[in-house]
Structure formats: structure tokens, C-alpha cells
């Protein structure tokens, strides 16, 4: 078993609380994601599962055990870190069977070890080479292999391919989710970048200020975020939010203001809501619909900015107010720079927040397309 469990982490850094009473539950097998802005806490919190951090109160469970004040080495997890840390005078074979030398293990264990994990990462012709004959995806490939021999419980990834171009991230995301499904282990990993904890993740933990705000699915969260933060920070480009005011509410609905006056009526229990309240209202730049019919609502805008990104385009539409909101249009979008256009929406991808900034959504009332 390699499941584990966090109860009620915490860590003070120079009197400063870094992680407030964290707990989370990772299941045997799973692959999850921690994200959330720079200073969140996620590769802190990683670095106590790790044992590279002490917590100030908590406990650290893996496969059953309380591993808390246990050392690093006795908690049988292994860490891949941003930085490479390859030893430039060894070779990659020497690299990867480094730590298992220390270990004091047989020479054919390490032999069979070492091959294996050459063969599953694809660099068995790289052996013999030394880091600074290797390309940045090699060098990572190679940092993996460093962990795959350990044999690990739990795999720890601290934001392992920052350092890559993007389209080696891409192909490395790949390798990744291949890896997991080749394993079939635990594996934890932290990123500041939401794009591929959505695509690589079974479960994603939303961290803002120590605290988790969301945890859930990838498609859990984008179509269903608890709050403002977490609906702002899942999706690319980010939410709309617009202040709309309240013009009613009636049983099992809110009615609000749309900017340029119409009323939509948005499906929701909340029943401390009241006239003349200011809510915020969150739609996505690929909700809103460029043809112009408005379907349940719609906001007049003029196109402002025309991003062509090739499959898609991306305008941005300055509201009568003043407000700027973006549409996710096709890449055959014939809009122009001046053009007034009615963005339409569906009420079913309507989000309503409170001041505080909790989901007033109701997901009971709102039916969920299969696919968003």
C-alpha cells in the first residue's frame, strides 16, 4: 500500500504560517496535482511528505504508518527537484545507480535496476554519456531514472519540467502520465501551472495561502469550482468576472442585472440573498458564443483586441461600461477591431459568487453537459 495521508498540517517559517491545517488523502496508485500561485505552500507541503521538513504539528501517514518523525531515507519515497542535480564527472549510468551504491546493494541488483528503469524511460543508448552530452529532457529523463531505481512507495515531483521549452513540456506531460500508468504508483507533484495539473492529474489539490481551497477532478473543478479563486485560477485564459446587482430573488433562482440593463435568472438555492445585492458573475472566454444569438443571455461588447492563436481566436470585448471580458472564438473568426458583436451564452455555464467569494452555483439545478 502507498497511499498517504496528511492530518491537520503546519508550518511557520520566521513567524509566518506557511500551511494552516492541511489534510488531504492521496489513494494507492493515485496521481495528484498540487496548484496554486507562487507562495501558496504546495512545495513546502511536498517537502514534509518528503521528511526535508519538519512539521510544527501534524502527522504524515504512508502506506498506514506514521512516517512523521521519520528521516527522509526511511520513508520510502523518492523526489525529482526542478533542478536536474546530475553529477557532471559521472556518467548517466553512474548517475542513476548512485544512490543505490550507497545503499550498499548487490552489483547485479543494481545492474537489473538501473537497466529497467533504462528501458521504461527510454534512454538505454544514453548510458555511457555524460550530463553535459544531453539535451534538457534527456538530463530529466535521467533525473526520473534516479527515482524509478529507489523503488519507491511515493513519487515526489517538485515542479520537474519548469526548466523545459514548452513543447518539451508537452511531450514530457506525455511521458509522465505513461510513466504513472506503466508503474502503477503513487505520485505527487507540484506545479504553478494549472495546464498540466489539468491534464495530467487524477486529482488536483487547489492551495492559496496554506490553506486548500478545492479537491477534486480535473473537470470537477473547472465545471464546478467551489470558489472565486479556484474558478479564476482552473481554466485557460481565466474566468470573466463582471459585479452584476441583484434584482430579485424567487424561489430556487436569482434574478440579476446583466451589464446594459436585461435581467437573466440564474438557477440557485441560496436563500440569504436579497435586491440591491452585489454579486459576481464568472462566465469562461470558450462559453461565450461570437454568432450573436444570445441563447439565455447575452453582453453587447466592441472587439478591442483580436489575438489569432490559429485553431482559435481570442477577442476581447470592451463592455459598454468599460468592463473588458474575453471570447474564445473559432480560428475562422471573422471578426474585426471596432466591430460590435452580442456575445451569447448558456445559463448552464453561469457561475454567481458572493462578496467573500463563494459559489452561489447550484449544481443541482444546472445540468452539466457531458463534455465541457
Partial sequence: MSAVQLQQIRKTFGGMEVLKGVDIEVADHEFLVFVG???CGKSTLLRTIAGLERVD?????????DVTELEPSQRGVAMVFQSYALYPHMSVYENIAFGLRMLKLPRDEIERRVRRAADILQIGQLLERRPRALSGGQRQRVAIGRAIVREPKVFLFDEPLSNLDAALRVQ??????????QLNATMIY???????????ADRIVVLNHGKVEQIGSPLELYRNPRNRFVAGFIGSPKMNFLEVRVLSRERGSVTI????????AVPSSADDVSAGQTLTLGIRPEHLIEEGSTIDGGLAGEVNVIEHLGGETLLHLRLADDRTIQLKASGESKAAEGQRIMAGFSIRHVHLFREDGASLRDTRAVAEPAAA
Fill in 37 to 39: 500561485p507562487s507562495g
Fill in 57 to 65: 504539528s501534524g502527522s504524515v501517514m504512508i502506506g498506514g504508518e
Fill in 172 to 181: 514530457m506531460r506525455l511521458e509522465l502520465i505513461k510513466l504513472h500508468k
Fill in 257 to 264: 442585472e446583466l451589464p446594459g440593463g436585461a435581467p437573466l
Fill in 190 to 200: 507540484v506545479t504553478h501551472d494549472q495546464t498540466e495539473a489539468m491534464t495530467m
